[in-house]
């Protein structure tokens, strides 16, 4: 029981710091509305990996390997969001203010996956 509450404080942790990372970007984008269909686009690319972190992490309950997968998605994630930023250039703010929001995210998730 201890290690199965172990994995699920680690789950909890890291589903919490997803929850911070997505009200931070999105009071990111709230505040760069310059350009409706760019947000509009990179709302629905959030959205649409929030729905996929949460289902990787849900997949991740009672398996032991639960660090290795939660790093894993981590990384994946990591890439996903460079790589979709990388279009979007034109505004540097954003691309700042996000970058600097997913290196944070990054951190807390490499955080709650070694504790």
């Given at each position: 029981m201890d290690?199965?509450?172990?994995?699920?404080?680690k789950g909890f942790g890291a589903q919490l710091a997803l929850i911070w990372f997505f009200t931070s970007v999105s009071s990111i984008?709230?505040?760069?509305n310059?350009?409706?269909s760019k947000c509009l686009r990179t709302q629905?690319?959030?959205i649409r990996f929030f729905t996929t972190v949460s289902?990787?992490?849900?997949?991740?309950m009672g398996i032991l390997s639960e660090s290795l997968r939660a790093m894993l998605?981590?990384?994946?994630?990591?890439?996903?969001?460079?790589s979709i930023m990388a279009g979007q250039v034109n505004i540097l703010s954003k691309s700042l203010?996000?970058?600097?929001?997913?290196?944070?995210?990054?951190?807390?998730?490499?955080?709650?996956v070694d504790n």
């Amino acid at each position: 029981m201890d290690l199965q509450a172990g994995i699920m404080s680690k789950g909890f942790g890291a589903q919490l710091a997803l929850i911070w990372f997505f009200t931070s970007v999105s009071s990111i984008m709230h505040g760069q509305n310059r350009s409706l269909s760019k947000c509009l686009r990179t709302q629905f690319a959030f959205i649409r990996f929030f729905t996929t972190v949460s289902s990787v992490m849900d997949s991740q309950m009672g398996i032991l390997s639960e660090s290795l997968r939660a790093m894993l998605a981590s990384i994946w994630f990591f890439t996903s969001v460079c790589s979709i930023m990388a279009g979007q250039v034109n505004i540097l703010s954003k691309s700042l203010g996000t970058q600097l929001a997913t290196e944070s995210l990054f951190a807390c998730v490499c955080l709650t996956v070694d504790n």
